[in-house]
């Protein structure tokens, strides 16, 4: 349980404070608003994510017997950690000021963006589904830990960021930011490396 404890909210953490169009919604939000619109806009993908884990966790666990087809898939996710771990290494700073500034409705606004966004259904498909149904196994409760963990993680780090930049955005420009963000990207590529060993064996058979 405590392994997918660790994994939950070492992806949430990386995926919480990595910059992308929801980063931005929380932060621009922020800057217009007040910091309750930005925590509001920090909750959307609950709204989103719930259909994309349901799909994704059915699709998966209609074809789990076929264990090549499960081992690309590993492969597939290792590739989008080697990629996200990739993205969060090379971070130097974050521009707040070229964010434009939009209007309230935060949780809309947030949800529609998170939706459109390309990396939530990647996530899910090959590595947050594969990582519920292996959970799974060891019963019911580890996988709620997982997803849990991911999302308290995920919120959490959005939150932060809210937070943080209704009081300065200094944080975001500065090494500590910087030095964490590195440190989740060497995260994601240690488990980029078991999802490439795990899908190996699965195609090996």
Known sequence: MLGYLLVGVSLGLSSGFAPGPLFAMVISQTMKYGVKEGVKTAFS???TDLPIIILSTFFLSRIYEY???????????????????YENMKINQVNCGSIEQE????VAKGAVVNALSPHPYLFWITVG???????????????????SSFYVSLIGAKIIIAVVVNRSRNF????TYIYLMKLLGLLLFVFAIVLFHDGWKLIAG
């Open 45 to 47: 993908p609950i709204i």
């Open 103 to 106: 209007n309230s409705n935060s």
């Open 67 to 85: 264990k090549a087809v499960l081992g690309f898939i590993s492969i597939a996710g290792g590739l989008l950690l080697t990629y996200l771990a």
């Open 172 to 175: 975001l420009q500065g090494k």
């Open 129 to 147: 589904s594969p990582m519920i149904l292996d959970a799974y196994m060891q019963g019911l409760f580890y996988s709620l830990c997982f997803v």
